[in-house]
Every structure is written in C-alpha cells, then in structure tokens.
C-alpha cells in the first residue's frame, strides 16, 4: 500500500469513528476565560493549573530575558547554547526538589525520549504503568528494551512482572498524576517494588510538579519518594514550557555526554529561563494560590458526586466525567459550550475505547462562580 492510500484510510477510519481532531483557533486565553470564534467561554481545558501563564512577573522576566539576552540561545548547548541562566535554573531546580543535578529539555516529551532512548538497551526491561502517557510508552515501546505494561496504579500487578528473571537492567515508569484520570499514582509502594525489584523508577511529575506538596514540590515530595529519574514539566503547573530531568551525578553525565536528544538540539532560549524562574518563585510562595485550587476542586467534587456520569476518584485539579462513547462525549461538550463553558472531550486512542470523557480542569485563576456555572451548566445537560 502507497502513502497516498495509506493516508486516505487512516483519515477515513478516522472521521468515521467520530475521532476527528480539529484544532480550534483561539484568540484569546487567559487561563480562566478563553474565546475562540468570536465566542468567549469559561475555561475549563487548560493545564495551567495555578495561572501562571498571565502572572505578570513571569511575562516581565521573560520580556526582561529576551531584552538582555536575545530571542534565542542560537546552538545546542554542548555548542554556545548553554548560558548562565540555564545553569542557574538547573542549580535552583536541583536544590529545590532535592537532588544533585537537574538538566533542561525544551519539552517533557523530548525529556522522555531522551532518557528512554538513552538508558534502555536490548537486554532491558521496561514496566510501565498501562495509562502511562503517550512520550512515555512510545519512548518505551521504539526502544531495544522489552516492554510490559502494568496494571493501572497496581503495585501487585507490577510485583508480579518484577518477579520474573532478567539478564539487563529494569525501569519502572508511571506518573505522578495521571493526565487523563487525574488520579495519583500510589507511589510509596512503587518504588518499594521496584526497589526490591532491583529496578529503577522514573517518574513523570507533569501534573503534579507545582501544584502538590509542599511547596509545589510535586507528588514525588509529597509521598516522601525519590526516584532515581524524575521528570518534571514546565508547561503545565509552571505556565511555561520546557522540562527537566532530576537525578544523581553520573546519571547527569552520562545523559550530558551521550543523550543525542540533548546534544543535537537547540538549548531552551535563555529568556525562557527567566521566565521560568520567576515561575518558580510564584510556586515557592503559592500556597494562597494552591489552596484557592484546592478549594475549587472540593466545591466541584462535593457538587458533581449526582451526575449521571462516572467521576473519576481524582484529589487532583483534572476531573474527569467518563461518558463512554465518543458520539456522546461530543455531544457533551458541545452543550456545555452552547452554556457556555469550554471543556474539551477526549477520546480513544488518547484513552482507553469506550471511555471518551470531559476532561475538566480546575485551575486557581478560576472564580467560585465559574465552578458554579459548570455544574449548573453540568446538571442541565444530565436533564
Ligand atoms: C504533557 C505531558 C508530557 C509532555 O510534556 P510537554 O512538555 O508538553 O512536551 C509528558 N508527560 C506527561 C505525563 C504529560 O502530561
């Protein structure tokens, strides 16, 4: 079969499974309201979790960076790249989430690639959470090393697949909140398998870094964990974009003198860096803003407890309502459009068949009157 067909099939099967992606242009976003096509919406899709994206001390650190240091850092940073601020960001981000080193990457899906890709050889082993996200599992999936899926936040199913013999070396990966359920993964018990495993853990902190534990210090502080490998992403809680790996000295070595994903691209611009350590300020002093957060999603979860439709158990700001098909999660999210509330629906293969969902987010830019009026807005549609 050609390309020609091949794409021609892909896109057919596509839009006939209701599963066609269509990318809304917005023209305006401020965390709490959006507007797209001349309409102006509550938000309820963004990951930007503590609004940091409109804090007016991040844009003037990034306004302020791009002054002083340009647009971009113009080479790999193993080539002129690597700027003080990098440094700077790394050595506060190590410090701060208690490790030895920390190392940019200019998104969290290039960081698991790199680290999958680096670490994972033929004789390995991978077990991963079976929700883990899509840069995870593809990282896992192309690499030399053998891939298991364990069951959903089952530290005994993943018990079972660690009892088997290996010749090479076995990572364990899951995530801190998951991205689509927004539940949190039981982490303790995980790296206690996969310590008596003789494994190693990688954590993805996407959804948490920022928001839980103290400080913001993300689900790994939260439940006194230290994975050997922790990846924490900037453009979510952080408002940013960009992420970094947490780990020891020579792991940091090693992915500095052999990870190709790091040395053959282009270093984050520096004024991205500033922005994200003003960001990291913001979180250090944002227990007001995570409280506030946290108050919203008690609201909406004492509230939505009587819809019809299955509310994941979820402490996190992603609160999913699981409608099944992915006709009806549509149909869903258009009504609540209609009310005036903007809540993405995500279907297969980003989620399991048959569980298309709402995925809403909380954030603390939204008002108390907002959660109100998605509930209202909620309640109605259920009729
Ligand atoms: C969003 C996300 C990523 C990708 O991070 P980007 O910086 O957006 O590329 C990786 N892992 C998880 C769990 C995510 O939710």
């Given at each position: 079969?050609?390309?020609?067909?091949?794409?021609?099939?892909?896109?057919?099967?596509?839009?006939?499974?209701?599963?066609?992606?269509?990318?809304?242009?917005?023209?305006?976003?401020?965390?709490?309201?959006?507007?797209?096509?001349?309409?102006?919406?509550?938000?309820?899709?963004?990951?930007?979790?503590?609004?940091?994206?409109?804090?007016?001390?991040?844009?003037?650190?990034?306004?302020?960076?791009?002054?002083?240091?340009g647009a971009g850092a113009g080479a790999s940073g193993h080539v002129t790249g690597y700027s003080r601020h990098h440094a700077q960001l790394e050595a506060e981000l190590a410090d701060w989430l208690g490790y030895s080193r920390a190392l940019l990457f200019i998104s969290g899906f290039a960081a698991n690639q790199a680290v999958i890709h680096l670490l994972?050889?033929?004789?390995?082993?991978?077990?991963?959470?079976?929700?883990?996200?899509?840069?995870?599992?593809?990282?896992?999936?192309?690499?030399?090393?053998?891939?298991?899926?364990?069951?959903?936040?089952?530290?005994?199913?993943?018990?079972?697949?660690?009892?088997?013999?290996s010749q090479g070396g076995t990572l364990v990966v899951t995530e801190g909140v998951f991205s689509m359920d927004g539940d949190s993964a039981p982490l303790t018990q995980i790296a206690a398998e996969t310590r008596r495993g003789n494994g190693w853990l990688l954590v993805d902190d996407a959804h948490g870094i920022g928001v839980s534990g103290a400080q913001g210090r993300g689900s790994c502080w939260q439940q006194q964990v230290k994975p050997e490998l922790l990846i924490v992403t900037f453009g979510k809680g952080f408002g940013v974009s960009?992420?970094?790996?947490?780990?020891?000295?020579?792991?940091?070595?090693?992915?500095?003198?052999?990870?190709?994903?790091?040395?053959?691209?282009?270093?984050?611009?520096?004024?991205?860096?500033?922005?994200?350590?003003?960001?990291?300020?913001?979180?250090?002093?944002?227990?007001?803003?995570?409280?506030?957060?946290?108050?919203?999603?008690?609201?909406?979860r004492a509230a939505a407890a009587d819809l019809p439709w299955q509310l994941v158990d979820s402490a996190s700001a992603i609160q999913p309502l699981i409608v099944g098909e992915n006709s009806a999660a549509m149909a869903l999210s258009q009504r609540l459009a209609q009310a005036g509330c903007w809540v993405s629906a995500i279907r297969p293969p980003t989620v399991p068949p048959g569980t298309a969902r709402l995925r809403i987010t909380l954030t603390?830019?939204?008002?108390?009157?907002?959660?109100?009026?998605l509930l209202e807005a909620l309640y109605d549609a259920a009729g």
């Open positions: 079969m050609g390309w020609s067909q091949r794409i021609d099939e892909a896109l057919t099967a596509r839009r006939a499974a209701d599963g066609w992606r269509l990318r809304r242009r917005v023209e305006h976003n401020s965390v709490r309201e959006i507007m797209l096509e001349g309409q102006r919406y509550r938000h309820f899709s963004s990951n930007d979790y503590l609004g940091l994206s409109q804090h007016p001390a991040v844009i003037a650190a990034w306004q302020q960076g791009a002054a002083e240091t994972a050889e033929k004789q390995d082993r991978i077990f991963a959470d079976k929700l883990a996200h899509a840069s995870l599992l593809d990282a896992a999936s192309h690499s030399p090393a053998s891939l298991r899926r364990f069951a959903h936040n089952q530290p005994e199913s993943l018990a079972k697949l660690l009892a088997t013999p960009g992420a970094a790996l947490l780990c020891d000295d020579a792991t940091a070595d090693y992915v500095e003198q052999f990870s190709r994903h790091l040395i053959y691209s282009t270093a984050m611009p520096p004024a991205q860096c500033y922005a994200l350590l003003a960001a990291l300020r913001q979180i250090q002093q944002g227990d007001a803003l995570r409280e506030k957060l946290r108050s919203h999603i008690a609201r909406f603390a830019a939204h008002h108390t009157d907002d959660i109100d009026r």
